[in-house]
C-alpha cells in the first residue's frame, strides 16, 4: 500500500465519477479563453462591472480592468436578481456591447447565460459562458451548456457541497464540453456579517479531487468591498487559478452590486499585490507593465 496517501485523492464517500478524477486523468485541464489559459502556471485575472449598464460605464471600466491587468472582462447581460423589481440586466443590448468592448480592448467576455433557451444567443457572443450559482442545480442548463463549443465558468451553488459541485461539472464534461473552469464563490451558513461564507478550503479539495481550474470570486463570497483584497490574495496563496472580481468606475452609482465592486485605483494596487503573491508560491500573474 502506498504510504503517502495525502498526495491522492479523498474520494471516501464521494461519487464523483472518473472523469474529473486526477487519478484517472491525472494531466490538469487547460481552459484557453482568448489568449488567457486558466490551469497553467499563469494566474488568470477575470475583472468588470456586475452588470453592463450602459457603454460609457462598460467603456471606462473595460479599460481599467485592461489597465490593472485584467485577462478576461465579465459583465453581466442576463441578472439573475433575487427581486424581479430590481435592473435585470440589458439582455441583448448589453451582450452587443460585450463584443463592442472586445473587440475594442482585445478582451474576451465572460457572461452569464441563465435560460436553456438563450444559449445558443450568449454563445454567440461570448467567449466564455458563466452559469451562476443559482443555477448550478438545473441541469438542463448545464447539459446545454455541455453541447456548446465554448468554455464554462460553473460558480458553486451557494448551498451546494463539493460533491454536488463537481456532479454539476460532470453533467457539463458528458456532453463533450471539457473546456470547464470551477468557481467558488461563497456559501450560505449562519454567518450574516458577509453576504456569503468564502470556503476557500474549497480550493485545494477542488483541485485535489479533479483536474479542472478553480478560481475564487472574492466579491460575492465576501459582499464588502474592503475585504475583497484580503480574499483575493488568501485565495492565490491557496492555490488558486485565477479570480474574477467585480471592478467598477463609478461603483458608488452602480446599478447592482455597488458595495462590493472596486474602485479602478483599489484594482491596481491589488493586482501589484496578486503579482508578488503568485511569484511567492512560484506562479506568474503577468501585469501590462511587465512590472
Ligand atoms: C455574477 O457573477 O454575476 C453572479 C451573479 O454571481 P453568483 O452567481 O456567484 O451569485
Ligand atoms: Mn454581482
Not at 503517502?4 to 472518473?18: E, H, I, Q
Not at 460558480?155 to 459541485?165: D, H, L, Q, S
Not at 463533450?176 to 470551477?182: A, E, F, Q, S
Not at 458608488?252 to 455597488?258: I, K, N, R, S, T
Request: charged share 20%.
Amino acid at each position: 500500500m502506498d504510504t503517502n496517501s495525502c498526495t491522492k485523492p479523498l474520494n471516501v464517500n464521494f461519487s464523483v465519477p472518473a472523469r474529473v478524477d486526477p487519478e484517472s486523468k491525472p494531466e490538469k485541464t487547460l481552459v484557453k479563453v482568448g489568449e488567457a489559459e486558466f490551469g497553467g502556471n499563469e494566474v488568470v485575472i477575470i475583472a468588470g462591472p456586475c452588470a453592463v449598464e450602459n457603454s460609457e460605464q462598460l467603456h471606462e471600466t473595460a479599460m481599467a480592468a485592461k489597465k490593472g491587468g485584467a485577462k478576461v472582462l465579465r459583465g453581466g447581460a442576463f441578472k439573475p436578481r433575487t427581486s424581479p423589481y430590481k435592473f435585470q440586466g440589458l439582455g441583448v443590448d448589453g451582450l452587443k456591447m460585450l463584443r463592442e468592448i472586445s473587440i475594442e480592448t482585445g478582451l474576451p467576455i465572460v457572461t452569464e447565460v441563465m435560460d436553456t433557451r438563450q444559449v445558443d444567443l450568449v454563445a454567440g457572443y461570448a467567449d466564455m459562458l458563466q452559469v451562476g450559482s443559482r443555477n448550478m442545480h438545473n441541469y438542463a442548463l448545464l447539459k446545454e451548456v455541455g453541447m456548446v463549443r465554448k468554455p464554462v465558468l460553473l460558480k458553486r451553488g451557494m448551498m451546494a457541497t463539493i460533491e454536488e459541485f463537481l456532479l454539476a461539472a460532470e453533467y457539463i464534461l458528458n456532453q463533450g464540453n471539457t473546456d470547464v473552469v470551477l468557481c467558488e464563490r461563497g456559501i450560505r451558513t449562519f454567518e450574516t456579517s458577509t453576504r456569503n461564507t468564502l470556503d476557500l478550503s474549497a480550493v485545494p479539495m477542488l483541485k485535489h479531487l479533479s483536474n479542472l481550474p478553480v478560481i475564487v470570486d472574492p466579491s460575492h463570497g465576501t459582499g464588502v468591498r474592503w475585504m475583497v483584497p484580503s480574499m483575493a490574495k488568501a485565495a492565490i496563496a491557496a492555490g488558486a487559478d485565477g479570480l474574477i472580481m467585480e471592478i467598477h468606475y463609478k461603483p458608488d452609482v452602480a446599478l447592482c452590486d455597488g458595495q462590493q465592486s472596486l474602485y479602478p485605483a483599489d484594482f491596481y494596487c491589488l493586482m501589484k499585490d496578486l503579482k508578488k503573491i503568485a511569484g511567492a508560491i512560484g506562479r506568474t500573474l503577468i501585469l501590462p507593465s511587465g512590472k
